[in-house]
């Protein structure tokens, strides 16, 4: 019985596919309990995955009218707020959109599609969604729910995975991916783009074969990089734990005495090196609630704001005694939930788009690079 779960997945693809060593040091980690944001996304993907089933039965569905009513994950109660369902929708508009134009019957989607890779036994997982076209091609979504880690479409290895799953006993010539992530910014908009050939997609399984075989050696390298930000062995891993003390032997010295090349460096590790201290804390939690006494440390409750269990059926038991006094005042829409109501040409002399000065960020980063106004004034002067 193989798990829900592969340890050579396409959702870690990008974390094993640099770092070999990763999969098997990940069977000797502490078990991970899932985050609620982590859980949270899983509310909106099982939402998305009921009303994409009613679109692929051409049965009628109200998204709308499922505002307040809840999805159980992981023992955990989630409340589908306006938010969740204006990212869904977003993510839904999109696949009808392209039903729309290609003009193709709704019976050819296919929701969570479970697949097996032939490059290994291994290599197995679930499509979100994904539109067949027989002997044409296959347009491919992936909702990312999350707002924290903005997602690139183009050679994404997790899509590219996806997509060699989808075109398995299919006629198709190329593979058309989308990523739809409503709740971050993507100087590309918030549903991007990118498409493959199945020539490109087969060298593609080629390479992931080879980076399979990569973990199983006896010897697979531990390689540390910015991948290592959502893996469960950062707690146990030496190669973080040799960063943690390169970090230590600096001594916090001053900022200025470091030079430019070491700033860097530290710049670099600072993210992995912040997860890795979390997973230290959570792997302590985890000793201390088996009963285990930890030197300076105890469990107690955490703390917690009341809030309601359910808003809809709050405002339904009380709304007809206290009208609208159980309501706060009204508030008007954002410019991006404006759009829906009001063409973009006529809301665009009452929209401003303030600017919050520059923030230092990768070169990985999509956004064009600036000029500061320090290195403007200086110009010509240096």
Same mark, same amino acid.
């Given at each position: 019985m193989l798990n829900k779960h592969s340890d050579v997945g396409a959702s870690s693809c990008h974390r094993w596919w640099e770092c070999p060593g990763s999969v098997s040091l990940s069977l000797k980690a502490p078990p991970q309990e899932s985050s609620m944001p982590a859980m949270e996304g899983t509310a909106a993907h099982e939402l998305a995955e009921k009303i994409l089933l009613r679109l692929k039965k051409d049965q009628p569905f109200d998204l709308h009218g499922t505002i307040g009513t809840t999805i159980m994950v992981e023992d955990n109660e989630f409340e589908v707020t306006e938010e969740m369902v204006e990212a869904v929708d977003m993510y839904v508009e999109s696949?009808?959109?392209?039903?729309?134009?290609?003009?193709?019957?709704?019976?050819?989607?296919?929701v969570e599609e479970r697949f097996s890779l032939e490059v290994d036994k291994y290599a197995y997982g679930t499509n979100d969604a994904f539109l067949y076209r027989p002997f044409n091609d296959i347009h491919l979504w992936d909702l990312k729910y999350g707002r924290g880690v903005v997602v690139d479409v183009k050679q994404n290895k997790q899509l590219m995975y996806y997509a060699l799953g989808a075109i398995q006993g299919r006629d198709v010539k190329e593979v058309v991916t989308?990523?739809?992530?409503?709740?971050?910014?993507?100087?590309?908009?918030?549903?991007?783009?990118?498409? &493959?050939?199945? $020539?490109? +997609? =087969? &060298?593609?399984? $080629?390479? +992931? =074969?080879?980076?399979?075989?990569?973990?199983?050696?006896?010897?697979?390298?531990?390689?540390?990089g910015d991948h290592c930000r959502w893996c469960r062995a950062s707690s146990i891993c030496p190669m973080l734990k040799e960063e943690a003390n390169e970090i230590a032997v600096q001594d916090f010295s001053k900022v200025s005495t470091l030079d430019l090349p070491t700033m860097v460096k530290l710049a670099d590790m600072q993210p992995r090196i912040v997860e890795y201290l979390k997973d230290v804390k959570n792997h302590l939690h985890s000793i201390a609630e088996k009963g285990s006494e930890v030197p300076g440390y105890k469990l107690v409750k955490a703390r917690s704001n009341r809030r309601w269990k359910s808003e809809a059926r709050f405002v339904s038991a009380f709304t007809g005694k206290y009208g609208n006094k159980i309501l706060a005042p009204s508030k008007i829409l954002s410019p991006a939930k404006m759009e829906k109501l009001i063409?973009?040409?006529?809301?665009?002399?009452?929209?401003?788009?303030?600017?919050?000065?520059?923030?230092?960020?990768?070169?990985?980063?999509?956004?064009?690079?600036?000029?500061?106004?320090?290195?403007?004034?200086?110009?010509?002067?240096?």
């Amino acid at each position: 019985m193989l798990n829900k779960h592969s340890d050579v997945g396409a959702s870690s693809c990008h974390r094993w596919w640099e770092c070999p060593g990763s999969v098997s040091l990940s069977l000797k980690a502490p078990p991970q309990e899932s985050s609620m944001p982590a859980m949270e996304g899983t509310a909106a993907h099982e939402l998305a995955e009921k009303i994409l089933l009613r679109l692929k039965k051409d049965q009628p569905f109200d998204l709308h009218g499922t505002i307040g009513t809840t999805i159980m994950v992981e023992d955990n109660e989630f409340e589908v707020t306006e938010e969740m369902v204006e990212a869904v929708d977003m993510y839904v508009e999109s696949v009808i959109g392209v039903l729309d134009k290609a003009g193709t019957d709704s019976s050819f989607l296919h929701v969570e599609e479970r697949f097996s890779l032939e490059v290994d036994k291994y290599a197995y997982g679930t499509n979100d969604a994904f539109l067949y076209r027989p002997f044409n091609d296959i347009h491919l979504w992936d909702l990312k729910y999350g707002r924290g880690v903005v997602v690139d479409v183009k050679q994404n290895k997790q899509l590219m995975y996806y997509a060699l799953g989808a075109i398995q006993g299919r006629d198709v010539k190329e593979v058309v991916t989308y990523i739809v992530q409503p709740r971050a910014y993507h100087p590309d908009g918030p549903i991007r783009k990118c498409t &493959y050939s199945v $020539e490109e +997609l =087969k &060298y593609f399984g $080629e390479i +992931l =074969k080879i980076r399979i075989d990569a973990t199983r050696k006896k010897d697979a390298p531990l390689v540390a990089g910015d991948h290592c930000r959502w893996c469960r062995a950062s707690s146990i891993c030496p190669m973080l734990k040799e960063e943690a003390n390169e970090i230590a032997v600096q001594d916090f010295s001053k900022v200025s005495t470091l030079d430019l090349p070491t700033m860097v460096k530290l710049a670099d590790m600072q993210p992995r090196i912040v997860e890795y201290l979390k997973d230290v804390k959570n792997h302590l939690h985890s000793i201390a609630e088996k009963g285990s006494e930890v030197p300076g440390y105890k469990l107690v409750k955490a703390r917690s704001n009341r809030r309601w269990k359910s808003e809809a059926r709050f405002v339904s038991a009380f709304t007809g005694k206290y009208g609208n006094k159980i309501l706060a005042p009204s508030k008007i829409l954002s410019p991006a939930k404006m759009e829906k109501l009001i063409d973009k040409k006529e809301l665009l002399p009452f929209i401003e788009k303030p600017d919050t000065g520059l923030t230092l960020v990768k070169d990985s980063d999509p956004r064009e690079a600036v000029k500061s106004s320090a290195a403007e004034d200086f110009d010509g002067i240096l």
